[in-house]
């Protein structure tokens, strides 16, 4: 599956931003989906996942209570809803597919990564 994300941009604590990553592939709708980040000097860590179906998502602690993940499977788009934006938030975020990625492992294939940044 091929993943293509937008969506990031710089924004001020407090907030809104919504990432979208637009999947291709015959069986797109199938997988189950993540986001992922990467700070700088930071190891890529997970932010949330939704399996294929949508009834069942999971999240960093750090992003609960502020994060939405959701997925569109007639759109094969999955969405990223980030409220009341830290700057601690800040980083490139990756859109993933496949595997057990919806619990945080290993993806089958990344998307290109969006820049998310929040000042002060």
């Known amino acids: 599956v091929q993943l293509q994300a937008s969506g990031g941009g710089l924004v001020q604590a407090g907030a809104s931003l919504r990432l979208s990553c637009v999947a291709s592939?015959?069986?797109?709708?199938?997988?189950?989906m993540a986001w992922f980040r990467q700070a700088p000097g930071k190891v890529r860590e997970f932010v949330g996942g939704?399996?294929?179906?949508?009834?069942?998502?999971r999240y960093a602690e750090s992003v609960k209570g502020r994060f939405t993940i959701s997925r569109d499977n007639a759109k094969n788009i999955l969405y990223l809803q980030m409220n009341n934006l830290k700057p601690e938030d800040t980083a490139v975020y990756y859109c993933?597919?496949?595997?057990?990625?919806?619990?945080?492992?290993?993806?089958?294939?990344w998307g290109q990564g969006t820049q998310v940044t929040v000042s002060s």
């Open positions: 993933a597919a496949g595997g057990d990625v919806h619990v945080g492992g290993r993806p089958s294939s």
């Open positions: 592939g015959r069986t797109s709708s199938s997988y189950s």
């Open positions: 939704i399996n294929w179906s949508g009834y069942s998502t």
